[in-house]
């Protein structure tokens, strides 16, 4: 069975974001009145599994084994199966 | 008033995506079943503005004007009154 992963990784509260930093630096200069942002990825991973469970439990050890810095990354997983 | 926005911006339908195509490698490599991986950003505004329209509006020329690239992103976009 195929499930549709949507794995969302974000710097932990605290840590500095430079991409953030910069990307609130232009928006001001372009006139927004931008008090802070912070930048994150969304990976969208199509996985072959054979139940939701076990899907759930892949896209948590990928997180921790490629797609997420267990020091520095928040993740948040949601996982859909597909038609 | 503040208003938190969450773009979202992902490569249009077609466009390549090679850090997608990377990271489908090497889930592959480390053993999981992955048909395909696109990668996207998530950029979270905290934007002063007097309505949700005005929000709204400025997030919309945000990203037309610095966020998302017209010819190859699509973007999404959210906005949320702070409490």
Same mark, same amino acid.
């Given at each position: 069975m195929k *499930? =549709?992963l949507k794995?969302?990784?974000?710097l932990?509260?605290g840590?500095s974001?430079?991409e953030? +930093?910069?990307?609130? $630096?232009l928006?001001?200069e372009?006139?927004?009145k931008?008090?802070?942002?912070?930048?994150g990825?969304? *990976? =969208?991973?199509?996985l072959?599994a054979?139940?939701?469970?076990?899907?759930?439990r892949k896209a948590? +050890?990928?997180?921790? $084994?490629?797609?997420a810095?267990?020091?520095?990354d928040?993740?948040?997983?949601?996982?859909?199966e597909?038609?």
């Amino acid at each position: 069975m195929k *499930y =549709r992963l949507k794995i969302h990784v974000s710097l932990k509260l605290g840590h500095s974001d430079p991409e953030g +930093e910069t990307t609130a $630096r232009l928006l001001r200069e372009l006139g927004y009145k931008v008090e802070n942002v912070s930048v994150g990825k969304v *990976y =969208r991973v199509l996985l072959e599994a054979d139940t939701t469970k076990e899907a759930e439990r892949k896209a948590e +050890e990928m997180c921790k $084994r490629l797609l997420a810095n267990p020091t520095k990354d928040d993740y948040a997983i949601v996982v859909e199966e597909t038609k």
